[in-house]
Nanobody
């Protein structure tokens, strides 16, 4: 059984930083694209950042230059370093995974999801 677990969310003032971590288990993720989506109350789930097993990345325009996604050597972990946080970044952040190298923004394409971790940025 596959498990995807996020950690690292919390409360931070605008301009601050947080680092999210995600660990997946239950199968081999070496060929999987992994990444982060977020969902704020009343809004649709949206892409934050993705990374393939060979290191290709994709970012939402709203986080480019502020967030950085990386992957552990074992390929079953993914991290999101978030700097210069803004109140608009407040949301539940979800880790997701799908097989293959396509950096698709469509959340319906992702097979595995974590339960989410809350990030709250105060002004």
């Amino acid at each position: 059984q596959v498990h995807v677990v996020e950690s690292g969310g919390g409360w931070v003032q605008a301009g601050g930083s947080l680092r999210l971590s995600c660990a997946a288990s239950g199968r081999t993720f070496s060929s999987y694209t992994m990444g982060w989506f977020r969902q704020a109350p009343g809004k649709e789930r949206e892409l934050v950042a993705l990374i393939t097993s060979i290191g290709s990345t994709k970012y939402a325009d709203s986080v480019k230059g502020r967030f950085a996604i990386s992957r552990g050597n074992a390929k079953n972990t993914v991290y999101l370093q978030m700097n210069s946080l803004k109140p608009d970044d407040t949301a539940a952040y979800y880790c997701a995974a799908r097989d293959g190298l396509v950096l698709t923004s469509a959340y319906s394409a992702y097979n595995y999801w974590g339960q989410g971790t809350q990030v709250t940025v105060s002004s």
